[in-house]
Protein backbone atom coordinates (compact mmCIF):
# COMPACT_ATOMS: atom_id res chain seq x y z
CA UNK A 1 0.00 0.00 0.00
CA UNK A 2 2.70 2.36 0.94
CA UNK A 3 4.55 1.41 -2.26
CA UNK A 4 2.17 2.54 -4.08
CA UNK A 5 1.02 5.90 -2.49
CA UNK A 6 4.62 6.37 -2.88
CA UNK A 7 4.83 5.72 -7.28
CA UNK A 8 1.65 7.51 -7.14
CA UNK A 9 3.26 10.35 -5.91
CA UNK A 10 6.44 10.20 -7.95
CA UNK A 11 4.79 9.95 -11.11
CA UNK A 12 2.73 13.59 -10.08
CA UNK A 13 6.02 15.20 -9.28
CA UNK A 14 7.65 13.13 -12.12
CA UNK A 15 7.97 16.52 -14.48
CA UNK A 16 8.90 19.05 -11.56
CA UNK A 17 12.52 20.22 -11.91
CA UNK A 18 12.62 22.39 -8.79
CA UNK A 19 10.49 23.50 -6.07
CA UNK A 20 9.28 26.81 -7.48
CA UNK A 21 7.39 24.89 -9.90
CA UNK A 22 5.11 23.24 -6.98
CA UNK A 23 2.14 25.32 -6.01
CA UNK A 24 1.99 24.33 -2.07
CA UNK A 25 0.40 28.18 -1.37
CA UNK A 26 -2.98 29.15 -2.63
CA UNK A 27 -2.45 32.45 -3.78
CA UNK A 28 -5.45 34.95 -3.02
CA UNK A 29 -6.28 38.25 -4.11
CA UNK A 30 -4.31 40.96 -2.73
CA UNK A 31 -7.04 42.55 -0.70
CA UNK A 32 -8.21 39.48 0.99
CA UNK A 33 -4.65 38.64 1.69
CA UNK A 34 -4.36 41.42 3.71
CA UNK A 35 -7.57 41.13 5.54
CA UNK A 36 -6.05 37.26 5.95
CA UNK A 37 -2.99 38.61 7.45
CA UNK A 38 -4.72 41.54 9.74
CA UNK A 39 -6.98 38.83 11.09
CA UNK A 40 -4.70 36.12 11.93
CA UNK A 41 -2.42 39.18 13.55
CA UNK A 42 -5.96 40.00 15.79
CA UNK A 43 -6.54 37.00 16.64
CA UNK A 44 -2.69 35.91 17.81
CA UNK A 45 -2.73 39.36 19.52
CA UNK A 46 -6.03 37.94 21.30
CA UNK A 47 -4.99 34.76 21.96
CA UNK A 48 -1.29 35.85 23.84
CA UNK A 49 -3.74 38.50 25.78
CA UNK A 50 -5.71 35.67 27.02
CA UNK A 51 -3.15 33.85 27.71
CA UNK A 52 -1.15 36.86 29.92
CA UNK A 53 -4.50 37.19 31.77
CA UNK A 54 -4.06 33.85 33.48
CA UNK A 55 -0.79 34.86 34.54
CA UNK A 56 -1.16 36.71 38.44
CA UNK A 57 1.15 38.96 39.74
CA UNK A 58 1.83 36.66 42.97
CA UNK A 59 3.52 34.14 40.61
CA UNK A 60 5.77 36.63 38.71
CA UNK A 61 6.74 37.58 41.80
CA UNK A 62 7.43 34.06 42.27
CA UNK A 63 9.38 33.90 39.61
CA UNK A 64 11.76 36.34 39.97
CA UNK A 65 12.19 35.51 43.61
CA UNK A 66 13.61 32.23 42.54
CA UNK A 67 15.50 33.34 38.88
CA UNK A 68 16.28 29.57 38.43
CA UNK A 69 14.40 28.71 36.15
CA UNK A 70 14.33 31.29 34.05
CA UNK A 71 17.99 31.79 33.74
CA UNK A 72 17.91 27.94 32.65
CA UNK A 73 15.35 28.74 30.04
CA UNK A 74 17.35 31.73 28.66
CA UNK A 75 20.51 29.57 28.79
CA UNK A 76 18.91 26.91 26.62
CA UNK A 77 17.33 29.43 24.27
CA UNK A 78 20.13 31.18 23.81
CA UNK A 79 23.19 28.83 24.06
CA UNK A 80 22.46 25.42 24.18
CA UNK A 81 20.09 25.09 21.70
CA UNK A 82 21.81 27.30 19.14
CA UNK A 83 25.30 25.13 19.92
CA UNK A 84 23.41 21.81 19.34
CA UNK A 85 22.12 23.26 16.13
CA UNK A 86 25.73 24.06 14.88
CA UNK A 87 26.64 21.10 15.88
CA UNK A 88 24.37 19.38 13.89
CA UNK A 89 24.85 21.57 10.98
CA UNK A 90 28.27 20.34 10.93
CA UNK A 91 27.67 16.66 11.35
CA UNK A 92 25.20 16.49 8.73
CA UNK A 93 26.88 19.00 6.10
CA UNK A 94 24.27 20.69 4.65
CA UNK A 95 23.85 23.60 2.07
CA UNK A 96 25.11 26.95 3.42
CA UNK A 97 21.44 28.21 3.41
CA UNK A 98 20.55 25.33 5.28
CA UNK A 99 22.11 25.66 8.08
CA UNK A 100 22.01 29.17 8.73
CA UNK A 101 18.41 28.36 8.75
CA UNK A 102 18.79 25.67 11.05
CA UNK A 103 20.94 28.04 13.28
CA UNK A 104 18.34 30.75 13.03
CA UNK A 105 15.44 27.97 13.83
CA UNK A 106 17.75 27.36 16.86
CA UNK A 107 17.38 30.12 18.28
CA UNK A 108 14.00 31.34 18.02
CA UNK A 109 11.57 31.20 20.92
CA UNK A 110 8.99 28.45 20.89
CA UNK A 111 6.09 30.98 20.37
CA UNK A 112 2.57 30.79 21.38
CA UNK A 113 1.66 27.56 20.65
CA UNK A 114 3.86 26.42 23.44
CA UNK A 115 1.75 28.78 26.02
CA UNK A 116 -1.50 27.12 25.06
CA UNK A 117 0.01 23.59 25.41
CA UNK A 118 1.41 24.51 28.71
CA UNK A 119 -1.53 26.03 29.64
CA UNK A 120 -4.11 23.28 28.86
CA UNK A 121 -1.18 20.41 30.50
CA UNK A 122 -1.46 23.07 34.09
CA UNK A 123 1.97 24.02 33.40
CA UNK A 124 3.02 27.39 34.84
CA UNK A 125 2.68 29.41 31.92
CA UNK A 126 4.29 32.56 34.01
CA UNK A 127 7.60 30.63 33.61
CA UNK A 128 7.24 29.35 30.11
Known amino acids: MAESNS ?15 VKLVQKFDPVVQNV ?9 AMVMMALGCT ?7 QQLRRPFGMGMAMFCQF ?11 HALQPGKW ?3 GMILL ?9 NIITFWAGGNVALR
Do not use: R, W
Open 36 to 44: IDILLMILM
Open 79 to 89: ILYPAMMFGLA
Open 55 to 61: IQPVEIK
Open 106 to 114: GTCPGGALS
Open 98 to 100: DAI
Open 7 to 21: SLMHESYSNVTNLTD
